[in-house]
C-alpha cells in the first residue's frame, strides 16, 4: 500500500491547516541610518559602479594572492626538486637492473632454452598482430574472438612454462 492511499484514509485537513504559514514581516523604521557610523563623517569613499565585479577588490585581497602565489611557487620549486632527486635515484636503479638483465641475457644468448622461448614469443606477436590486423580490417574482430586467442596464449604459455622447465634440467642457464 503506498503511502498516498494510507493518507487518503486519515482525517481530512481543515482549511486553516491546509493554508501555508504567513511569511515572517521586516520592521521598517525611518531611522535605517542612525546606527551606522561614518554615514555623515566627511571622509565616506566612493567605489566605481564595477566594484564587486573586479577580482580583487581591496589591498588586502591583493597582498593573500601575492602571498599565497609566492607560498605556491615555493612548494612547486620544493616538489620539483624533491621529484628530481627521486627521478635520479630510479634511474640509476633502472640503469642497474638493466645492466644485469641484459648481461644475464649476454651469458645465456647461446642457450637452446633461451633462444627457443625468445623465437617462439617473436613469432607468436607477430601471428596475432598479423592475425588481429586483418580480422579488424575485415569487422570480424569481436571481444569473443580476442578472449578466444587470449585463452590460447594462456595456454601456450602455460605449456612452454613446463617444457623450459624441462629443457632447463637438461641445459642450465647460467647465473
Same mark, same amino acid.
Given at each position: 500500500?503506498?503511502?498516498?492511499?494510507?493518507?487518503?484514509?486519515?482525517?481530512? %485537513?481543515?482549511?486553516?491547516?491546509?493554508?501555508?504559514?504567513? @511569511? @515572517?514581516?521586516? =520592521?521598517?523604521?525611518?531611522?535605517? *541610518?542612525?546606527?551606522?557610523?561614518?554615514?555623515?563623517?566627511?571622509?565616506?569613499?566612493?567605489?566605481?559602479?564595477?566594484?564587486?565585479? %573586479?577580482?580583487? %577588490?581591496?589591498? *588586502? %585581497?591583493?597582498?593573500?594572492?601575492?602571498?599565497?602565489?609566492?607560498?605556491? =611557487?615555493?612548494? #612547486?620549486? =620544493?616538489?620539483?626538486?624533491?621529484?628530481?632527486? =627521486?627521478?635520479?635515484?630510479?634511474?640509476?636503479? /633502472?640503469?642497474?637492473?638493466?645492466?644485469?638483465?641484459?648481461?644475464?641475457?649476454?651469458?645465456?644468448?647461446?642457450?637452446? +632454452?633461451?633462444?627457443?622461448?625468445?623465437?617462439?614469443? +617473436?613469432?607468436?606477436?607477430a601471428g596475432l598482430g598479423?592475425?588481429?590486423?586483418?580480422?579488424?580490417? /575485415?569487422?570480424?574482430?569481436?571481444?569473443k574472438v580476442v578472449g #578466444?586467442?587470449?585463452g590460447l596464449v594462456g595456454?601456450?604459455? +602455460?605449456?612452454?612454462?613446463?617444457?623450459?622447465?624441462?629443457?632447463?634440467?637438461?641445459? @642450465?642457464?647460467?647465473?
Open positions: 500500500m503506498s503511502y498516498a492511499a494510507v493518507a487518503a484514509k486519515g482525517p481530512k %485537513q481543515s482549511e486553516e491547516e491546509k493554508r501555508a504559514p504567513a @511569511p @515572517p514581516e521586516v =520592521e521598517h523604521t525611518d531611522a535605517s *541610518t542612525s546606527s551606522l557610523i561614518d554615514v555623515d563623517i566627511d571622509s565616506v569613499h566612493t567605489v566605481p559602479s564595477d566594484f564587486s565585479s %573586479q577580482p580583487i %577588490q581591496t589591498s *588586502t %585581497q591583493a597582498d593573500r594572492i601575492e602571498h599565497e602565489a609566492l607560498a605556491a =611557487e615555493a612548494r #612547486a620549486k =620544493e616538489e620539483v626538486e624533491k621529484a628530481s632527486k =627521486e627521478f635520479s635515484k630510479a634511474a640509476k636503479d /633502472a640503469k642497474a637492473k638493466a645492466r644485469k638483465g641484459l648481461s644475464s641475457y649476454e651469458k645465456n644468448a647461446d642457450n637452446p +632454452v633461451v633462444l627457443g622461448n625468445t623465437v617462439a614469443v +617473436v613469432a607468436l606477436s598479423f592475425g588481429a590486423y586483418r580480422k579488424y580490417a /575485415a569487422g570480424e574482430l569481436t571481444w #578466444a586467442w587470449t595456454l601456450f604459455a +602455460v605449456g612452454d612454462y613446463y617444457l623450459s622447465s624441462y629443457f632447463v634440467k637438461k641445459y @642450465p642457464t647460467k647465473k
